[in-house]
């Protein structure tokens, strides 16, 4: 394999960056903190002993990560390395804050030690990864697999970066360059959901329908290109609203084809971490979008910020076009590879049992070899079947009649629409409560978006190991247990009397909130495998459909409660009937599972 075919390969570009990464951001420091101590510190003399503490850092950790790395794929597999390089640079941007608000030196260099432990986390996976790849090179279907979910993250980073680009900037640019009034904000946020409304209930009709899933992926691609081309021209108010419709769709066929294909190739077992990592991208951009485009704005104005977009688009298009393949056609791969597996596996047992008899163990063929052969055909005869057969239709209607769907889908709705009423009322009653500042309104968005990028990788390992054990109807009972602690996080923020109370309630919120989602958007995907259905993207446009009519329809009920009955009574009312709601609906399908269970045993 020549080195441009190598260079197009997920794992080597990831290891690569890895590393560029790590290297680069420690030559920057080897550069920089001699400079600080002096200019801010006023060590002179201290130098040699702070990179003394550097390698001494690296000497005692080395052998510590690299244990770390092999006892998680002795235990897993070798996707764990990527997992411990993303680790690694989440947490190098913790290092680099932590050295950044350093006063003392002392915190300085506990900062230091800390990105030693960080460049390693990223290095030694990232080398041992590359043994990885040539090793599995043609023979790994579930390494492709990986490649999905890779491009899956990256597109959730970058779908929600051009998403929040604008949010910190449609008011000014409505209010104050259009000079339209704040009624028509409203109209704005509903183009973006009028348009992922219409997506969400085409797309996965129609890729389902083709069994395609790259074309939707390379035209919401193509729409966030288009969508920048109208925002940079755009000088009336029409063609905001046509801008936010554009991006509305886009987002739409993007998220849903995202979810889709992450769920076309991995099992139960592995779903819900794949899904907790994809969360965890969406919220890296939640964060980073609003800061980005304030930013672009600011110096740039609105032409900063549509330029950024369409540069985003372009950069998805180009991924989408060079990495991504058709997940269906790995998903077909990798059940051809399970029935080839089988067949081995029958073989095996096939030749034991001739062996045995003429071994003269036996003079007749025991019932045991009967069974054996039995066995080895009918497991071959239902895995060729199953994988061979044509995948049964379901269309949109008939998917929301069943309870496997019907509750994820309301549980949906339940957590995005409770997390939309925060994010509409939180800044008023930040306001009015405690009279703060937009700026410090906008760091308790980012002290939970902290809080949830640390917590959802646990949320989602936790979620696989729990369906692993006790079986995929798990799923439904961890979405009721989310449920109820988001109401319960809900009493803590509607009577909070401080600050930090507040935001500690939102960040159990935020983290039950995700309880709910992980294993929602993962049942999807149990129920399309289990009923051999080709209604994959169907079923998750449904959730993108629940997130357009929750954020629709909630955030100005929230509204009118608030300024009527306050802040209380509004939480506490509508936490208490949605989280009821979310418990019912996703509850119904475990219940009636454990009637028929006990009628079928009378």
């Given at each position: 394999?020549?080195?441009?075919?190598?260079?197009?390969?997920?794992?080597?570009?990831?290891?690569?960056?890895?590393?560029?990464?790590?290297?680069?951001?420690?030559?920057?420091?080897?550069?920089?903190?001699?400079?600080?101590?002096?200019?801010?510190?006023?060590?002179?003399?201290?130098?040699?002993?702070?990179?003394?503490?550097?390698?001494?850092?690296?000497?005692?950790?080395?052998?510590?990560?690299?244990?770390?790395?092999?006892?998680?794929?002795?235990?897993?597999?070798?996707?764990?390395?990527?997992?411990?390089?993303?680790?690694?640079?989440?947490?190098?941007?913790?290092?680099?804050?932590?050295?950044?608000?350093?006063?003392?030196?002392?915190?300085l260099m506990v900062g230091f030690a800390f990105f030693a432990l960080?460049?390693?986390?990223?290095?030694?996976?990232?080398?041992?990864?590359?043994?990885?790849?040539?090793?599995?090179?043609?023979?790994?279907?579930?390494?492709?697999?990986?490649?999905?979910?890779?491009?899956?993250?990256?597109?959730a980073l970058v779908n929600r970066l051009i998403y929040t680009l604008?949010?910190?900037?449609?008011?000014?640019?409505?209010?104050?360059?259009?000079?339209?009034?704040?009624?028509?904000?409203?109209?704005?946020?509903?183009?973006?959901?009028?348009?992922?409304?219409?997506?969400?209930?085409?797309?996965?009709?129609?890729?389902?329908?083709?069994?395609?899933?790259?074309?939707?992926?390379?035209?919401?691609?193509?729409?966030?290109?288009?969508?920048?081309?109208?925002?940079?021209?755009?000088?009336?108010?029409?063609?905001?609203?046509?801008?936010?419709?554009?991006?509305?769709?886009?987002?739409?066929?993007?998220?849903?084809?995202?979810?889709?294909?992450?769920?076309?190739?991995?099992?139960?077992?592995?779903?819900?971490?794949?899904?907790?990592?994809?969360?965890?991208?969406?919220?890296?951009?939640?964060?980073?979008?609003?800061?980005?485009?304030?930013?672009?704005?600011?110096?740039?104005?609105?032409?900063?910020?549509?330029t950024i977009a369409m540069a985003l688009g372009a950069f998805e298009?180009?991924?989408?076009?060079?990495?991504?393949?058709?997940?269906?056609?790995?998903?077909?791969?990798?059940?051809?590879?399970?029935?080839?597996?089988?067949?081995?596996?029958?073989?095996?047992?096939?030749?034991?049992?001739?062996?045995?008899?003429?071994?003269?163990?036996?003079?007749?063929?025991?019932?045991?070899?009967?069974?054996?052969?039995?066995?080895?055909?009918?497991?071959?005869?239902?895995?060729?079947?199953?994988?061979?057969?044509?995948?049964?239709?379901?269309?949109?209607?008939?998917?929301?009649?069943?309870?496997?769907?019907?509750?994820?889908?309301?549980?949906?709705?339940?957590?995005?629409?409770?997390?939309?009423?925060?994010?509409?009322?939180?800044?008023?009653?930040?306001?009015?409560?405690?009279?703060?500042?937009?700026?410090?309104?906008?760091?308790?968005?980012?002290?939970?978006?902290?809080?949830?990028?640390?917590?959802?990788?646990?949320?989602?390992?936790?979620?696989?190991?729990?369906?692993?054990?006790?079986?995929?109807?798990?799923?439904?009972?961890?979405?009721?247990?989310?449920?109820?602690?988001?109401?319960?996080?809900?009493?803590?923020?509607?009577?909070?009397?401080?600050?930090?109370?507040?935001?500690?309630?939102?960040?159990?919120?935020?983290?039950?909130?995700?309880?709910?989602?992980?294993?929602?958007?993962?049942?999807?995907?149990?129920?399309?495998?289990?009923?051999?259905?080709?209604?994959?993207?169907?079923?998750?446009?449904?959730?993108?459909?629940?997130?357009?009519?929750?954020?629709?329809?909630?955030?100005?009920?929230?509204?009118?409660?608030?300024?009527?009955?306050?802040?209380?009574?509004?939480?506490?009312?509508?936490?208490?009937?949605?989280?009821?709601?979310?418990?019912?609906?996703?509850?119904?399908?475990?219940?009636?599972?454990?009637?028929?269970?006990?009628?079928?045993?009378?």
């Amino acid at each position: 394999m020549s080195i441009p075919r190598l260079l197009l390969r997920p794992p080597v570009i990831i290891s690569t960056l890895a590393i560029m990464a790590s290297l680069g951001v420690q030559g920057m420091l080897e550069g920089l903190v001699p400079l600080h101590l002096i200019d801010k510190l006023n060590r002179l003399n201290d130098n040699g002993i702070s990179f003394v503490i550097l390698g001494l850092a690296f000497t005692v950790l080395v052998p510590i990560v690299g244990k770390v790395n092999d006892t998680l794929i002795s235990r897993w597999d070798e996707r764990m390395r990527y997992c411990l390089m993303l680790f690694g640079s989440l947490a190098m941007i913790l290092a680099m804050v932590l050295m950044a608000l350093a006063k003392t030196y002392a915190v300085l260099m506990v900062g230091f030690a800390f990105f030693a432990l960080t460049n390693l986390c990223m290095c030694i996976p990232a080398q041992s990864a590359y043994g990885d790849f040539i090793n599995s090179v043609g023979t790994d279907s579930m390494a492709r697999g990986y490649s999905i979910a890779i491009c899956a993250w990256a597109a959730a980073l970058v779908n929600r970066l051009i998403y929040t680009l604008t949010i910190a900037s449609i008011p000014d640019l409505l209010q104050k360059t259009m000079g339209v009034s704040r009624a028509s904000n409203g109209m704005v946020t509903a183009a973006f959901g009028v348009g992922g409304l219409v997506a969400g209930s085409l797309t996965g009709y129609i890729s389902d329908r083709t069994q395609n899933r790259l074309i939707p992926q390379i035209t919401a691609s193509v729409l966030y290109v288009v969508s920048g081309l109208i925002l940079f021209f755009a000088t009336r108010f029409y063609q905001i609203v046509m801008f936010r419709l554009v991006l509305g769709v886009a987002s739409s066929v993007a998220d849903t084809m995202l979810f889709t294909t992450v769920a076309d190739v991995y099992p139960a077992n592995l779903l819900g971490f794949k899904m907790a990592v994809i969360f965890v991208f969406d919220n890296v951009g939640n964060m980073l979008g609003p800061l980005l485009g304030g930013q672009a704005y600011e110096h740039m104005g609105v032409n900063g910020i549509a330029t950024i977009a369409m540069a985003l688009g372009a950069f998805e298009l180009i991924m989408v076009l060079v990495f991504v393949r058709n997940s269906l056609d790995i998903r077909r791969a990798l059940a051809d590879s399970q029935v080839t597996q089988a067949g081995v596996i029958a073989d095996k047992v096939d030749s034991s049992t001739i062996v045995s008899s003429r071994s003269g163990l036996s003079a007749q063929p025991s019932a045991e070899s009967d069974i054996s052969i039995i066995s080895k055909t009918e497991l071959n005869d239902d895995l060729v079947e199953s994988t061979h057969s044509k995948p049964q239709r379901m269309h949109l209607w008939r998917l929301m009649l069943q309870l496997q769907v019907v509750g994820p889908t309301v549980s949906i709705f339940v957590a995005t629409g409770m997390q939309t009423i925060i994010e509409t009322i939180l800044p008023l009653r930040l306001f009015d409560k405690f009279g703060y500042s937009p700026a410090t309104i906008g760091i308790a968005f980012l002290i939970v978006g902290g809080v949830l990028i640390l917590a959802m990788p646990a949320v989602g390992f936790i979620n696989d190991r729990v369906v692993s054990r006790h079986g995929e109807h798990m799923r439904y009972y961890t979405i009721a247990a989310g449920a109820l602690c988001v109401f319960l996080s809900q009493i803590i923020m509607s009577l909070a009397r401080s600050y930090a109370v507040l935001i500690f309630g939102y960040s159990v919120f935020a983290v039950s909130a995700m309880v709910v989602i992980v294993p929602a958007q993962s049942a999807f995907g149990d129920f399309i495998n289990s009923s051999e259905s080709s209604a994959m993207a169907q079923c998750y446009s449904l959730a993108w459909i629940a997130e357009g009519l929750a954020n629709i329809s909630l955030p100005p009920i929230a509204s009118g409660m608030y300024a009527t009955v306050g802040f209380l009574t509004m939480l506490m009312s509508m936490s208490a009937v949605l989280c009821t709601a979310c418990a019912l609906a996703v509850l119904a399908f475990p219940v009636r599972r454990i009637w028929l269970l006990r009628r079928a045993h009378q």
